[in-house]
């Protein structure tokens, strides 16, 4: 614990601003959510195409740190079409409505994500979307954890939880204060130490894509790397004044400042990246996907091996905060 404490202590706090080329694509962006091409493309599809349609761009100017930034005209389309939506999630291919598929349907990434954004910009998230909070209670897994795969809960006999379904839930709930589905999801990221994927066989995936979990990415829009699984767990014993066990998260913070011993974090990977494939709203349900489209100010913030300043100001964040923790005997 003293020489984990004593790394932590060495990386300098940095709180780094936005370049000038990264606000001027900032305004590109707020000046498109404004616009009546974005609020026709809201009222079409809230979530679709990836990554170029509104909603990504109200969720990366909210990860910027920029979440006031977004028009209010734009916040305003997005909850009227949210709650045009279906407020339940099927298990069941029988259980869509007639015409929809799956990807019509809310899933648990996409309603934390944007719970947060909403919240962050000054929206009464639980006024505005009444049915929001409980959807997360009514689908958490045994283990505490969600997953956006909705076969993977008619699994018998294990329970294929996933750390990417969970995280933004997570998340959400906590700003809501304490709660059982937010005890129990605290206790699905601590045990697998911030950094294991699934140990099932069902969900054999997630364990493959767990080896490139430390490679820290920018935007996480939805996605997980082992910071965000960190703050978020710092931010739950933070608030609820809870102790963190050391074995839950000592390898990924070990890992953090070998990584950056100097504060400055930089882009390992591009996560949105390898889900290239995107739906057309416009098109059938049926046609096929098309790749996934980009926006200027997405390119200039997500390049591998450039510094993040969003990704420094979080890691000095959370790291002064497990500080606290662990000075406050909360870490044991």
Request: hydrophobic share 40%; aromatic share 8%.
């Amino acid at each position: 614990m003293n020489e984990l404490r004593a790394r932590l202590a060495a990386v300098p706090a940095l709180e780094p601003e936005l370049s000038a080329d990264t606000k001027r694509l900032v305004e590109q962006d707020v000046a498109y959510l404004g616009s009546d091409e974005a609020l026709a493309l809201i009222a079409r599809d809230p979530y679709w195409p990836k990554w170029d349609a509104p909603y990504w761009s109200m969720v990366l100017l909210w990860e910027l740190g920029e979440a006031a930034r977004i028009p209010q005209r734009a916040v305003d389309a997005m909850i009227v079409r949210m709650n045009a939506m279906e407020h339940f999630f099927p298990l069941r291919d029988e259980e869509i409505p007639s015409g929809k598929t799956i990807m019509d349907i809310p899933c648990h990434c996409q309603l934390g994500t944007i719970d947060q954004v909403l919240a962050a910009r000054g929206v009464d998230v639980d006024a505005a979307l009444p049915w929001l909070r409980p959807w997360f209670d009514r689908y958490q897994m045994a283990d505490g954890g969600l997953n956006c795969d909705e076969k993977m809960y008619l699994v018998d006999g294990e329970v294929p939880s996933s750390m990417v379904g969970t995280i933004p839930g997570f998340e959400a709930m906590q700003r809501r204060g304490a709660s059982v589905f937010v005890e129990r999801a605290a206790a699905m990221v601590q045990g697998r130490r911030g950094c294991m994927g699934s140990h099932t066989l069902t969900n054999k995936e997630e364990r493959d894509s767990a080896v490139h979990w430390s490679e820290l990415t920018f935007p996480r829009f939805y996605l997980y790397d082992t910071l965000r699984g960190l703050t978020a767990l710092v931010r739950w014993a933070t608030a609820q004044n809870r102790t963190l066990p050391l074995i839950a998260i000592a390898h990924v913070v070990d890992d953090l400042c070998k990584q950056f011993p100097d504060g400055v974090v930089r882009i390992g990977r591009r996560a949105f990246a390898e889900h290239s494939q995107t739906r057309d709203p416009e098109k059938a349900i049926d046609a096929p996907r098309r790749l996934a489209r980009t926006r200027p100010l997405l390119d200039a913030v997500s390049k591998i091996g450039d510094p993040s300043p969003s990704l420094t100001r979080e890691w000095t964040d959370t790291r002064a905060k497990l500080l606290s923790l662990m000075d406050r005997g909360r870490v044991s």
